[in-house]
């Protein structure tokens, strides 16, 4: 089956510019993942969707950072507008549900905002 | 708070020789336990996890990690390294709250080098 998809996969942009992240989950799977990962860090959830509601966006910077999942399958995770310190790795993941599931990692978006 | 931690931030082995890379958890409950490996430039992969039984658990590409509760360990092992091995490599934990909710938890990695 095919795995998480991610675009795109390396961005570069400069500061105060809006960027977008898109990803479509494995097909089937309800719960869907954004998370950061800063340089050198392990991956810090920003949100979790089950099917298209947004369950968990505590994380998710609220002032500049959307996201949405419409019909419950691809998901879009918007910056608007980039700050230098949004430099990361943008990973997406699904899982069937949540809690205890295994969840499946697309490749990520590469972001270097200057 | 919950959290995992891997003690060590960089590790390096010989082709091999033996590997085990370090996780300690701290959570309110037993927790739901993972090891993920990445590559440079990829996801991460699931090598194993753990929910209940058992305490050896056996994953992909000769790893296995065991878990301990005395020690709020889960360490991960493979008897014999080989160069494709040299990867970042994260324990991570998962617990529900009392509303149902799970978040998946990282450490902050391992970085494995091979030395032919």
């Known amino acids: 089956e095919a795995g998480v998809v991610q675009s795109p996969r390396y961005k570069i942009i400069e500061k105060k510019q809006p960027v977008a992240f898109w990803c479509n989950p494995i097909s089937g799977h309800n719960t869907l993942y954004w998370y950061r990962q800063n340089l050198g860090q392990g991956p810090e959830l920003l949100i979790r969707y089950e099917n298209e509601e947004a369950v968990d966006d505590s994380q998710l910077p609220k002032d500049r950072f959307s996201a949405e999942r419409l019909k419950g399958v691809d998901s879009t995770l918007k910056i608007q507008p980039a700050e230098l310190g949004d430099s990361a790795v943008y990973l997406c993941?699904?899982?069937?549900?949540?809690?205890?599931?295994?969840?499946?990692f697309g490749p990520g978006t590469r972001l270097l905002v200057l | 708070a919950q959290s995992v931690t891997q003690p060590d931030i960089h590790i390096t082995v010989s082709e091999g020789a033996s590997l085990e890379l370090r996780c300690n958890y701290s959570y309110g409950a037993t927790p739901y336990l993972f090891w993920y490996v990445q590559s440079p430039g990829q996801g991460l992969q699931l090598l194993l996890k753990y929910f209940s039984g058992d305490t050896l658990v056996q994953g992909i590409k000769g790893f296995e990690a065991e878990f301990k509760r005395s020690q709020s360990s889960f360490n991960l092992r493979k008897p014999s390294v080989h160069w494709s091995d040299a990867a970042e490599y994260f324990c991570?934990?998962?617990?529900?709250?009392?509303?149902?909710?799970?978040?998946?938890?990282f450490g902050k990695g391992t970085k494995l080098s091979v030395i032919p």
């Open positions: 993941a699904s899982s069937y549900q949540r809690g205890g599931e295994t969840q499946y």
């Open positions: 991570a934990g998962e617990v529900g709250s009392g509303a149902g909710s799970y978040q998946l938890t």
